[in-house]
């Protein structure tokens, strides 16, 4: 392969002992077995858009395209642990109660857990970074007599960038965490090696950048950085009495995030045709964060993000260039 460097649309995401892509021949996993061997499937993939053209429409896009891919996200996730085996550890761990939970519940007991799971992890994110930067800036502005409440957009935005950081920094920490950082630098070092017209090897790979402008850490930085600008504005035709009412102030903010979402995907998709100034400005947060969020792997790693690209891409790149 010619050494030809070109923007694509393949993308994806860090499993339990795996990577998931996505291209033009749809998505497929690679997952790393007990036993050594690489299992590589295809998954059916049903998208809004290719439905009904509304749900393609941009900033619309965006919306849809998020909620898909935490949807599809899960789903592979827990194919991965049972591909990996990680549900049969879990099963020797477990104690007598869960045992007999198990046997009684049978398959429903996961769903139930991971049901549970699903709504404290949204309660739990809803508290961390809606209203508690809220709270924390309430505070502040009470000891400043009030005279930051012009700011309050800003300082929100910066509160929560600064427990995104701190967040990440300590998950990041956690041995099973840290294995699938690793996963994800192999998803964008194989990435940028098929981008940079490079043979797709192990030696290849390694020599390439983990770091990438689609990430989806970038997105979620982009997402708070706007969120800066947009609660900024809304909080200038927004009553003072009302945004000091941490509650209050918190659910009038919540019709802002699809719209925070769209612009925010839009700007990543922009990010990925183009390598101009603006981009590389507003892409150096969340480039930096990666440093956080992907790890350098090793060799049988990369193996493993060989072969989930390899199973999306077509002989012909311009099948995936970004549209």
């Given at each position: 392969?010619?050494?030809?460097?070109?923007?694509?649309?393949?993308?994806?995401?860090?499993?339990?002992?795996?990577?998931?892509?996505?291209?033009?021949?749809?998505?497929?996993?690679?997952v790393?077995?007990?036993?050594?061997?690489?299992?590589?499937e295809?998954h059916?993939?049903k998208?809004?858009?290719?439905?009904?053209?509304?749900?393609?429409?941009?900033?619309?896009?965006?919306?849809?395209?998020?909620?898909?891919?935490?949807?599809?996200?899960?789903?592979?996730?827990?194919?991965?642990?049972?591909?990996?085996?990680?549900?049969?550890?879990?099963?020797?761990?477990?104690?007598?109660?869960e045992?007999?939970?198990?046997?009684?519940?049978?398959?429903?007991?996961m769903?139930i857990?991971?049901?549970?799971?699903?709504?404290?992890?949204?309660?739990?994110?809803?508290?961390?970074?809606?209203?508690?930067?809220?709270?924390?800036?309430?505070?502040?502005?009470?000891?400043?007599?009030?005279?930051?409440?012009?700011?309050?957009?800003?300082?929100?935005?910066?509160?929560?960038?600064?427990i995104?950081?701190?967040?990440?920094?300590?998950?990041?920490?956690?041995?099973?965490?840290?294995?699938?950082?690793?996963?994800?630098?192999?998803?964008?070092?194989?990435?940028?090696?098929?981008?940079?017209?490079?043979?797709?090897?192990?030696e290849?790979?390694?020599?390439?950048?983990?770091?990438?402008?689609?990430?989806?850490?970038?997105?979620?930085?982009?997402?708070?950085?706007?969120?800066?600008?947009?609660?900024?504005?809304?909080?200038?035709?927004v009553?003072?009495?009302?945004?000091?009412?941490?509650?209050?102030?918190?659910?009038?903010?919540?019709?802002?995030?699809?719209?925070?979402?769209?612009?925010?995907?839009?700007f990543?998709?922009?990010?990925?045709?183009?390598?101009?100034?603006?981009?590389?400005?507003?892409?150096?947060?969340?480039?930096?964060?990666?440093r956080?969020?992907?790890?350098?792997?090793?060799?049988?790693?990369?193996?493993?993000?060989?072969?989930?690209?390899?199973?999306?891409?077509?002989?012909?790149?311009?099948?995936?260039?970004?549209?």
């Amino acid at each position: 392969m010619s050494e030809k460097k070109h923007k694509t649309s393949v993308g994806g995401q860090a499993l339990i002992e795996g990577i998931m892509m996505q291209g033009p021949k749809g998505m497929a996993t690679a997952v790393r077995k007990p036993d050594g061997d690489i299992l590589t499937e295809y998954h059916d993939v049903k998208h809004l858009k290719d439905k009904n053209n509304f749900w393609g429409i941009p900033i619309i896009r965006g919306i849809v395209a998020f909620i898909e891919s935490m949807i599809s996200g899960y789903k592979m996730l827990m194919y991965s642990a049972e591909v990996s085996g990680m549900e049969e550890i879990e099963e020797e761990e477990m104690s007598k109660f869960e045992k007999w939970l198990t046997d009684k519940l049978g398959d429903k007991l996961m769903n139930i857990i991971m049901g549970i799971a699903t709504v404290l992890g949204f309660a739990l994110a809803f508290l961390i970074f809606f209203y508690l930067p809220v709270f924390i800036f309430n505070r502040i502005n009470t000891l400043a007599n009030n005279s930051l409440i012009a700011w309050q957009g800003t300082f929100e935005g910066i509160i929560k960038i600064i427990i995104f950081v701190l967040y990440m920094i300590l998950v990041s920490q956690m041995k099973d965490i840290k294995r699938v950082f690793k996963y994800h630098g192999a998803e964008h070092k194989s990435i940028c090696c098929y981008e940079s017209g490079l043979e797709l090897t192990v030696e290849n790979v390694k020599k390439c950048s983990r770091f990438h402008p689609r990430c989806g850490t970038s997105f979620m930085f982009v997402m708070l950085i706007l969120s800066i600008f947009v609660i900024t504005l809304l909080s200038l035709v927004v009553p003072e009495g009302l945004k000091q009412n941490t509650v209050l102030w918190t659910v009038i903010k919540l019709p802002m995030i699809p719209i925070i979402m769209g612009i925010g995907y839009e700007f990543i998709r922009y990010a990925g045709k183009h390598d101009n100034v603006l981009v590389k400005i507003l892409s150096a947060p969340g480039l930096w964060m990666q440093r956080i969020t992907t790890k350098e792997p090793e060799d049988d790693i990369i193996e493993v993000g060989i072969e989930a690209i390899k199973a999306v891409i077509t002989d012909n790149p311009e099948d995936d260039r970004i549209k």
